[in-house]
């Protein structure tokens, strides 16, 4: 487990721009179950989650016209038992952290992984975002 002290900086940058942290299992489940639409970033202490994932999904929601009604995060590697309800979610993408879903009505319709963010400018991870938030939200 990560030391707290670490972690709440990292937390702090997406639960401070109206994210929700959910740190328990039952948390997700409520969170999964609202209507609307929901954005859910599974936070990691990593570099491409401070150097792109957390900054890229922040410009995505400044500069959107639309966004989802819902903003929550876990993290990997601190609150474990939320983040692995929040994988079975994710299902059937394998766990990835940082990562990024887009659920519907509780349905996951997009998602980020990793792969699809390691490497990407923010510029690069809004784009994309803005255009799910176009088409879903």
């Given at each position: 487990?990560?030391?707290?002290?670490?972690?709440?900086?990292?937390?702090?940058?997406?639960?401070?721009?109206?994210?929700?942290?959910?740190?328990?299992?039952?948390?997700?489940?409520?969170?999964?179950?609202?209507?609307?639409?929901?954005?859910?970033?599974?936070?990691?202490?990593?570099?491409?989650?401070?150097?792109?994932?957390?900054?890229?999904?922040?410009?995505?929601?400044?500069?959107?016209?639309?966004?989802?009604?819902?903003?929550?995060?876990?993290?990997?590697?601190?609150?474990?038992?939320?983040?692995?309800?929040?994988?079975?979610?994710?299902?059937?993408?394998?766990?990835?952290?940082?990562?990024?879903?887009?659920?519907?009505?509780?349905?996951?319709?997009?998602?980020?992984?990793?792969?699809?963010?390691?490497?990407?400018?923010?510029?690069?991870?809004?784009?994309?975002?803005?255009?799910?938030?176009?088409?879903y939200c």
């Open positions: 487990m990560y030391p707290e002290q670490l972690v709440i900086p990292m937390k702090e940058e997406l639960t401070d721009n109206g994210f929700e942290d959910l740190t328990s299992p039952e948390q997700v489940e409520e969170a999964l179950g609202r209507k609307g639409t929901t954005l859910a970033v599974v936070n990691s202490v990593c570099g491409c989650a401070a150097g792109s994932a957390r900054p890229g999904v922040l410009t995505a929601l400044q500069l959107a016209e639309k966004g989802p009604d819902h903003k929550i995060t876990v993290f990997a590697g601190f609150d474990y038992e939320a983040t692995d309800k929040m994988r079975q979610h994710l299902m059937p993408y394998p766990p990835s952290s940082p990562s990024i879903g887009l659920f519907k009505d509780g349905q996951l319709v997009h998602f980020f992984e990793r792969h699809d963010l390691e490497g990407q400018s923010v510029s690069s991870i809004a784009s994309d975002l803005m255009a799910v938030f176009d088409q």
